[in-house]
């Protein structure tokens, strides 16, 4: 089989990546300059743009690198290999169609979701497709099967649920009674979040047992405890973004307690994978190992500011200030993003053995994601910490007072987003140079 589809999904994702940049930086300067490009293009559109697009970036490429994984690494027989090129032309159709969905305004959806609610159909059928080739490619050798595959599947079927939850609210039963609508949608939500860090947390495990080409590291005991971990984050985590509601304290604590764990037994594994991992195999594999490494300190920084915020005398200043946005891009950059670009190199390390990625440029661009995903992140924090102070302790001076006070933040929060556009780029170079050039080879046999 000579089709190379999965390929195509690591392009198309890296492509949302830079869109979903691009238009994240673009509102950034709204910040700043409220009428920049506002006719055209306002905030309230320029956000759905940028979330999509990210999150698409992050789905898109954990799904190309399992496909990778399973049929060029793993050398599986897919069930259909067809079912991966529909998919694949569903999920590219749709992404157009969502974007024409916020240009022209048809955005009757939710939050996350906020295209035309009848997209979540194709997108529905793409994972369903995706989870019949998984599981019919896998079934027969599930004795022993190391958790990454666990992570794998139960990612799967959890995002077809909680897609299809998020949009209950559809439905009168939900929509016309505050507290359930509100605590679906909310919980779907995190659910979902939930759903793609199983297809990435296991994507890091994978990783790991392959650099170190040793399969302990995802078929011991703590690998299988944070799979259980992570699990009951997906199924309970949520509780935190229904703050507003009703319900029971204790419900928010343990989902609090769950997540946290699940963050520090992932970090321990890193670190213990690091300390055992040996020079040959970090050297054959110099930038996937940089970036789990890096992996690691972005897990660290958010638990700490997770942990700080998850007190609720603390939690009451932070809701809903760039303090909530610094968590949410913390860890989808920090974390995912780091763990996608160590599979990236993974895989251009597959498909060329001597293909050079650990050059001065990459090495450079990799240190100053860092730098500046540091500082970015800071200035977020700062500009919560300021407007919680405006809202709650001092309660003087106008909002647009408060708002022209936050410039000089605003404007080192679109220098270093600018700095990780840049530093993403210089770092994704070799990587689309090598995928385009094996799309122009024939022979090779790939998915
Ligand atoms: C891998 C790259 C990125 C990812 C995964 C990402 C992810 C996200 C997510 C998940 C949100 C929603 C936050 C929430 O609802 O709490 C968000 C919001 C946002 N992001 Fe990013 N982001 C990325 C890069 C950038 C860059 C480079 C910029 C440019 C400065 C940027 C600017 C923004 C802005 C302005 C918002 C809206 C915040 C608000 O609602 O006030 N992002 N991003």
Known sequence: MKSKTSLYFLLFAMVALFLGMFF????????ILPE?????????K????HVTSVISWIVLCATGCI????????????????FVKLHFIIFLLTGIAIYLSFLFDYTEGREYFAFSPILIVPILLGWILFGINYFKTLYKHVRGWPVYFWMWGTGIVFMCYHLLEAHFWLLDFFRLNFIKDFAVQWKSYGSFTGSWNMLVYGISIYLMSKIKKDS???????????YFLGLANLMFGWAHHTYLLPTQPWIRYVAYAISM?????????????????????????PMAYRFLLSTDLWIFLNIILALLFSIPAINFFTHGTHITVAHSMGTTIGINTTILFSALFFVLHQIYSNFETDRKWVRRGFVSFNISL???????????????????????GLFSEMQDSLVPVYISFSIFGFGIIVSLLVVAFPIFKGLLL?????KERFL
């Open 24 to 31: 994240g930086l673009s509102a950034s300067f709204q910040y």
């Open 36 to 44: 920049f490009i506002k006719e055209h293009l306002p905030f309230s």
């Open 46 to 49: 320029l956000r759905p743009f």
């Open 67 to 82: 496909y990778f994984f399973l049929a060029y690494v793993e050398k599986f027989r897919l069930f259909s290999p067809l």
């Open 216 to 226: 302990n590291v995802a078929t011991n005991k703590i690998a299988f405890f944070f």
């Open 261 to 285: 764990t699940e963050w520090i037994v992932l970090a321990s594994i890193i670190y213990n994978w690091k300390r055992s991992v040996l020079k040959v195999e970090k050297e054959n594999h």
């Open 374 to 396: 540091f500082f970015f992140w800071i200035s977020l924090l700062v500009a919560g910490a300021k407007r919680s102070y405006w809202m709650y302790v001092s309660k003087s």
């Open 438 to 442: 094996k799309m122009n080879t024939k």
